[in-house]
């Protein structure tokens, strides 16, 4: 869905989109929505600028990094952001790198995106580290076995989930 700033009435309106889980490509092979994604706003338009206040609410599955376990995660946040037009972002660019500026997003001056900003939004919640559980144990490299479901009796090694991944490829495993 995009926004188109001349149908906006006096330089304001309200957005609401509910993208069910095939319907948002969120671009990372990593996570997949395990729910359908909502998100709502407001917009406004000053002069150049554009201001969007809203909030995303969905659910996100992504694999454990230890043992690849499939996991969920809820996720909810409120946002607000700054848009400038991308040639008024490159004027202000070239007198002043201001702090304000750096935390600005550039759009064509036309309209604004909103599965991006979904996307986006989305994406900032997923953790850069996920585990099952704070103490999952991954699998042992030895024999490949779910160490979480008890010792096999392989001497303990270092537990990459990397190798494990490799591991069970190369015995056809999935
Ligand atoms: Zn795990
Ligand atoms: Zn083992």
Redesign the pocket.
């Known amino acids: 869905m995009r926004i188109e700033l001349v149908n906006l009435e006096h330089g304001r309106g309200d957005f609401a989109q509910v993208y069910q889980p095939d319907e948002l490509n969120l671009d990372d092979e990593r996570v997949s929505l395990c729910s359908p994604a909502s998100i709502s706003g407001k917009i406004r338009q000053s002069g150049m600028e554009v201001f969007i206040n809203g909030n995303v609410d969905s659910c996100v599955q992504v694999d454990?990094?230890?043992?690849?376990?499939p996991?969920q995660l809820p996720v909810k946040s409120d946002f607000s952001l700054e848009y400038i037009p991308g040639n008024e972002y490159e004027a202000n660019r070239t007198v002043e790198l201001t702090e304000s500026l750096m935390s600005v997003s550039v759009f064509d001056g036309e309209s604004i995106d909103v599965d991006e900003i979904a996307k986006e939004q989305i994406l900032l919640q997923v953790p850069t580290r996920s585990?099952?559980?704070e103490d999952?144990?991954?699998f042992c490299l030895t024999c490949g076995a779910d160490r979480?479901a008890g010792e096999c009796g392989c001497s303990v090694g270092d537990t990459d989930p990397r190798w494990a991944a490799l591991k069970d490829l190369m015995s056809g495993k999935s």
């Open positions: 454990c990094d230890r043992c690849l376990r996991l585990l099952c559980k999952c144990k991954g979480n």
